[in-house]
């Protein structure tokens, strides 16, 4: 908090590099926080009931960063130029955000014991990287490029991270 309080004041100033490396160490706090609470409620949680239903609140917002590759690759072959690489850096934000949050998951399944629990957490990890992997595909047809995409996808195969067959 008080980062981003810092943060706010150095951007009223006009000072933006320093502000955003305040932003950017705020965000990465957060998120360690984050993957903290996760495996804490993971670990305490009383039934498998409960890790099962944070488990697809989990889910559910990794399918959301899923869907919305689709949707911004979609709007950016619709442009060209400047804009289009706008829609393109979102889209690489977004595929950060999804990483982030599997890697959250990535000790979770190693952790539970239920497998049932288990076997829902591979299903969503197979189900992402075939995401990533088909993004990566969707951009080569389109004569499009990203690093970041390609990045996290081979991130995510060397981290033993299998996608869905086909």
């Not at 951007?11 to 705020?26: N, S, V």
């Not at 869907?67 to 060209?80: E, M």
């Not at 979102?90 to 076997?119: A, G």
Request: no cysteine; hydrophobic share 45%; aromatic share 10%.
């Amino acid at each position: 908090m008080d980062a981003i309080e810092q943060a706010d004041r150095l951007l009223r100033d006009e000072k933006y590099q320093q502000a955003m490396a305040l932003y950017f160490d705020a965000s990465q706090s957060a998120d360690e926080l984050f993957g903290k609470y996760v495996a804490l409620l993971m670990k305490t949680a009383p039934s498998s009931a409960y890790r099962t239903l944070l488990l697809e609140i989990l889910s559910w917002r990794l399918r959301y960063y899923t869907t919305q590759y689709d949707y911004h690759l979609a709007v950016a072959q619709t442009l060209s130029g400047l804009p289009r690489e706008e829609w393109l850096a979102r889209l690489e934000t977004i595929l950060v955000l999804s990483q982030s949050l599997v890697e959250k998951m990535l000790p979770l399944r190693e952790e539970v014991t239920d497998p049932l629990i288990r076997t829902r957490i591979e299903e969503l990890l197979r189900d992402w990287v075939s995401g990533i992997r088909d993004l990566v595909d969707k951009l080569k047809i389109w004569g499009m490029s990203s690093a970041q995409a390609a990045q996290i996808l081979e991130w995510a195969l060397d981290n033993g991270l299998k996608p869905k067959r086909r």
